[in-house]
């Protein structure tokens, strides 16, 4: 599932219509039926429907819709916020045959008492007002039709878009529609994962309205979503001659006497996700403490670290933030023969060392949340989530490394500026320790998988779906701790292989 910007959207559109030739009233009405079809199985005889209208084609795949529903058996009122002699092209189209089917539209400007009226007894709005071609602030008349929808007491449905939200997921301050159900059409715009438009489109389904994939190719979309199905195709495989050194035999540098936890956390995460041979370097008064905990590692001290035999480092979490941790950073950014990841205190020493990261051919990780990111970048973290998407992929881009950037929906990119969005996880990992377990996971998929980026997306799905699956099993989001994910990752990741596909 591709996830694309207006101006990709906008041209994928342009393709289809003009190179593929399925004209633009054509994907009107697969929209609109689209809309419809989701809609239809929990209509209600009699129900009071209120369907807003705008002036452009998202206006359109409303008039599609509000024609299925004459025939429905609901109490429908179409509104429309222009003057009828304002729609234009494909839009008007479906107007006129929204009319000759026997509907009525009413308009907003000319009866505001009675729109208010309707929206106040409706049980469902639809909201088809603005979509992907509003930018900017909405225009005054537009904001009062928002407020209106939002006052209301129906469950509001927006097609493809909330409206008042611009696509491309930039800072507003403005209002836009709160929606409970929001019904993208094709595919998932930017504004779904970034803050603070995502908190308008509550539930989301994406609807396909036959566009085909072609389309999108050409239009360069080089942006998706990862999804249960890519895992199952692209997790590893054990080779049942295999033996231990099969899978890799990293190291794992982390934990310090403040965050013994940390390295504990990551080092029973990576061996819980498949690592065939772990040590973990961590400081001398450490090592007692959590030795006992994790007999299946070997340990290597710090003052005797040696990176030959090994087939990846990992490096940060927990690690403090005493200047020496800072030589132990540039020490595996300088070891050029293996992968490695680089997390959390170990990301916070980069700054000043983004010439090698440039400078290194083998795989980089690094895993920051929007705080280090932002000091990575020597800016503010709202800076970092105003434009998640751009800021990660300048920065993969520059120096060459794969960037899982944190968050809600976290965002993945490759050094060649490809972009993968997670969609699993809930505000359950929103706590310490999280980060450590996927530090883990990722580091153990590292060594196993064939391809990178696989790996990193894998893990992140992973990690996430141990939180989904943990709520959905006996936990609330309060109280999962960073021990509860790790002991969760068999359950999840038997699900997973049970169906893996490729
Ligand atoms: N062929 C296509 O382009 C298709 C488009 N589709 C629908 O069309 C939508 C995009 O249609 P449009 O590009 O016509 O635009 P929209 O219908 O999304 O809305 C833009 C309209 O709002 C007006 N507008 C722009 N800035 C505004 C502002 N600040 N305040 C208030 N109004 C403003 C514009 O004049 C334009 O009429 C999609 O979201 C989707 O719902 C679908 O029907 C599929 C096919
Ligand atoms: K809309």
Request: proline share 5%; hydrophobic share 40%; glycine share 10%.
């Amino acid at each position: 599932m591709h996830v694309v910007s207006r101006e990709e959207m906008q041209a994928i559109d342009r393709y289809t219509i003009g190179q593929i030739g399925l004209g633009g009233p054509l994907l009107m009405e697969n929209a609109g039926r689209a809309v419809y079809d989701e809609l239809a199985p929990n209509l209600k005889k009699g129900e009071k429907i209120c369907v807003v209208l705008g002036k452009g084609n998202n206006g359109g795949d409303g008039f599609v819709a509000a024609r299925m529903l004459l025939d429905s058996g609901v109490d429908e009122e179409v509104w429309l916020l222009p003057d009828p002699l304002e729609i234009k092209g494909d839009a008007a189209y479906h107007m006129n045959a929204f009319l000759k089917a026997g509907g009525r539209i009413r308009t907003i400007q000319e009866e505001r008492e009675a729109f208010s009226q309707s929206i106040g007894e409706a049980d469902l709005v639809i909201d088809a007002l603005l979509g992907t071609g509003f930018q900017g602030t909405p225009y005054p008349e537009c904001l009062e039709v928002i407020d209106q929808m939002n006052q209301s007491k129906a469950t509001v449905v927006s097609v493809d878009l909330p409206s008042g939200v611009p696509a491309n997921g930039e800072f507003f301050s403005h209002h836009a529609v709160a929606a409970d159900l929001t019904l993208t059409l094709e595919c998932p715009k930017l504004a779904q994962f970034v803050q603070p438009a995502a908190r308008c489109f509550g539930e989301v389904r994406t609807l396909s309205i036959g566009i085909p994939e072609v389309s999108v190719q050409q239009a360069g979309v080089r942006r998706k979503v990862w999804r249960e199905e890519d895992v199952r195709c692209t997790l590893p495989h054990r080779d049942p001659f295999s033996h231990k050194g099969s899978h890799g035999k990293g190291l794992l540098i982390a934990g310090s006497e403040q965050m013994s936890g940390a390295a504990f956390f990551s080092a029973r995460a990576a061996l819980r996700s498949g690592i065939g041979l772990l040590s973990l370097s961590v400081p001398d008064e450490v090592r007692p403490t959590i030795a006992s905990h994790l007999p299946e590692t070997m340990f290597m001290p710090r003052s005797a670290l040696d990176f030959q035999g090994l087939s990846g480092i990992a490096i940060g979490p927990g690690l403090g933030r005493e200047p020496e941790q800072a030589d132990l950073v540039r020490r595996v950014l300088e070891y050029d023969s293996v992968p490695c990841v680089i997390d959390a205190d170990g990301i916070y020493y980069l700054s000043g060392m983004t010439e090698l990261l440039r400078k290194r051919k083998s795989p980089i990780v690094l895993t920051p949340h929007p705080g280090e990111m932002a000091h990575l970048l020597g800016t503010s973290v709202s800076e970092v989530e105003k434009s998640r998407f751009d800021v990660s992929k300048q920065f993969a881009e520059k120096f060459g490394v794969y960037l899982v950037l944190k968050g809600r929906n976290t965002i993945i990119t490759a050094p060649d500026g490809g972009q993968v969005v997670n969609t699993t996880g809930n505000a359950a990992l929103a706590k310490g320790g999280s980060g450590d377990v996927l530090t883990g996971i990722l580091f153990a998929f590292l060594l196993q998988h064939g391809r990178t980026l696989d790996a990193v997306c894998n893990a992140v799905y992973l990690h996430g779906a141990l939180a989904d699956d943990l709520v959905k099993t006996g936990h609330s989001q309060l109280d999962v701790l960073a021990t509860d994910l790790i002991e969760h990752i068999p359950p999840v990741l038997h699900h997973l292989y049970q169906k893996a596909t490729c």
